[in-house]
């Protein structure tokens, strides 16, 4: 089964690499239209020639509602309603608690749990001005992490955000369940990006991802197809929910 999405338009926060550049890939493949959104614009512009006339690169900055507003308005402007967002955007602190600086914490709350808040708040504002309510086709998709539900994780506050976006999943969930938006989150395992390239290329990040149970990372279009099936009619009685998928890491 695959899950169409001809005629919806989709916003990725966080398109400008990693994960999402590899969702908006795969949104695009799907038939659907996507908004790139991302600080480095000139990465989302580039992503954006390769994909073609569905895409459209916005500059973003999830932490900053004017910008979040700002991205939305050029995503409406180009392609009309917005149906989806998937809220991406994520930095790690870098560091042990005794170690990490109060701005770089500041930055990792702002980031992961205010500015996915804050994408989503926007997309549902929208898309009950649109007309969901009565459509039915708001979709909402917060990506956690696996670290949502392990200890120790070398990061405290990141797996704090991200068993956050959890629970403000359903939150949203029940918020908007009469609006027609349904929103969920995405738990990934671990796949090598930008976010863990220097963890993961150290003596013991190798170590790590040998004592993983499969002793590999996770390919990051293991997720294309439970994005999509989320984004798609096909989840239409689907909110509030959480799903995981990380080849059995956890
Ligand atoms: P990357 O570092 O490659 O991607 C992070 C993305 O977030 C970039 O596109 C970056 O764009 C964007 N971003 C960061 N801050 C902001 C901001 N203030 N406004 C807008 N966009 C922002 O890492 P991943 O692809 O791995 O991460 C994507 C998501 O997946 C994150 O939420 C991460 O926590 C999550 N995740 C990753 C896992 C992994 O193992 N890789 C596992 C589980 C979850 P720019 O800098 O251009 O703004």
Known sequence: MTFPLHGRTILVAGASSGIGAGFSRAIAAAGG??????????????????????????QLDVTDEASVAAAFDAAEARFGTVHGVVANAGIGTGGRATDVPVDGLRAVLDTNLLGSYLVSREG?????????????DGRIVLIGSITAQQNGTGDALYAATKAGLAHLGRQFAR???????NVN??????????????????????????????????????????????????????????FTIDDGQS
């Open 124 to 136: 549902a504002r929208r898309l009950i001005a649109s007309g969901s309510r009565e459509r039915g």
């Open 33 to 58: 239209r996507v908004v790139l959104g991302a600080r480095r614009l000139d990465r989302t512009q580039a992503l954006a020639e390769e994909i073609g006339e569905a895409a459209l690169a916005v």
């Open 185 to 242: 989150t995405l738990q990934p395992g671990w796949i090598p990006t930008e976010i863990n390239a220097e963890w993961f290329a150290s003596a013991r990040g190798r170590a790590e991802i040998e004592s993983l149970y499969r002793g590999r990372l996770l390919d990051a279009d293991s997720l294309d197809a439970m994005l999509l099936y989320l984004l798609s009619d096909a989840s239409r009685q689907v909110t509030g929910s959480t």
């Open 175 to 181: 918020e908007w369940i009469r609006q027609g938006i």
